[in-house]
């Protein structure tokens, strides 16, 4: 957790407080909170699930966009209030 934002692995349990999630989850869990519009106590930044663009959102930002398969790593850099997404084409 850093500020308005909370970072894991995979994805959260959308049925428990962050301070409720189980490890597990945290590493493992997928699809369970993507098509979630409302917001969650902070600003999920994720990976785990790849997407062909990195994707943003008011609630959650996923930066999974496939290195390992597909060439392209992305990272989100947080400055003050700024989000900026840089990629790495392999």
Not at 43 to 70: C, K, M
Request: proline share 6%.
């Amino acid at each position: 957790m850093l500020g308005r934002y909370f970072f894991v692995h995979a994805e959260i349990n959308p049925r428990y407080s962050l301070a409720r999630q189980s490890p597990e989850d945290l590493l493992w869990i997928r699809d369970e909170f993507t098509s979630i519009k409302k917001p969650f106590e902070k600003i999920i930044v994720h990976g785990h699930s790849v997407t062909d663009e990195p994707e943003v959102f008011p609630n959650r930002i996923g930066i999974d966009t496939g290195a390992y398969a597909f060439g392209v790593l992305t990272c989100l850099i947080l400055e003050s209030d700024q989000q900026r997404l840089i990629q790495a084409h392999c």
